[in-house]
């Protein structure tokens, strides 16, 4: 027997997508692979070494359910200097990856029949964390004309007595909208006046290319009050099978979190705990390498789309994703099939050009395809010119 509210959510849509194309992979067919949100980088030689080093000194046994103390200390330093927020290590809960103290998060804040806002485009699990907890999710779509910003006025017209919260991710997964501090302003202080959280997905904050990241904790003590902070080392660091994530907030969101994390995973890996710490204790700038890297290939990407037919990109500010906007392609053909979905064109794409990438209806925006691009510059060149081609058959 399956329980409703487990039968009611559906599997991650990139994770199957993802799946096909790795089997193909596999059986040599030579596939460029934009569909994996994971960093082509490998992960820095001084986070190894701190990784084989916990276990030269034995550091394999259980941990606090909310961490080492050491790593927690780190985080509040981090969140200090780099976001301009305070913290006391009491008030973070280490877990693995991102995405399990987002889910924690959502089961804290969520009762049956609370609504959470979602601002759409949005990661796959989002709505059905929501789901699982007995939660509503309430979608609040966001515009390309303005580069996929939060749209506060249409967020305080679905504001009801059973909001509990709102899921935020800036640097955006998929859009690479990067959240400016007055439009988060703004939804701080509705928090404040309509007496909701703030969850904001926070993973992709050292990837961004133009302005500078703005933490919304950051804007004000009653602001931060309502938020909870959520981050990891997957995307900055390229740490991504590591598993090791977290977050901050009011000490009583904290508590509450720790208690469902003490019943499902308890604490995460010790050895991968110290491996995060030697990241925190270094100079950011080491891994900044990456980013520069990631801004020449999103240029690359978004001068190479401009010279297409019938596709077009905004400029994403932050992430490593290209949403491309195929509304033109809709309705014409391809070697006699006509194209009704993102969905058929990314099958389409997969098929005749070898291209994987996720199609706009997993994250909520049917017009679209999102192109990840933490690929090597000789596969998005390649890429690139099997998208050309394609699109040149298309009539």
Partial sequence: MVFKRVDQIAASKTMEFTARVKNMIRNGVDVIDFSVGEPDFQTPDFIKKAGKKAID?????????????ELRKAIARKLEIENNVSYTEEQICVGTGAKQPLFNAVFTVCDEGSE???PTPSWVSYEEMVKLAGGIPVFVPCNDKNGFGLDISEIEKVITERTRAIIINSPNNPTGAVYGEKELRKLGELAIKHDFYIISDEVYEKLVFEGKFCSVASLSPQIKEHCILINGLSKSYAMTGWRIGYAAAAEKVINAMKKIQSHTTSASNSITQYAALAAYEEDPDKVKYMVDSYRDRRNYI???ISEMNFVQASKASGTFYVFLNIEKLLGRTYRGETIISSMQLAQLLLIHAHIAVIAGEAFHASNYVRICYAVSQEDIANGMNRLDKFLKEVI
Avoid at 59 to 69: D, E
């Fill in 57 to 69: 000194e034995n550091h394999t046994k259980y941990t606090a359910v909310n961490g080492i103390v």
């Fill in 302 to 304: 978004l001068h190479r």
């Fill in 116 to 118: 959470v806002i979602i």
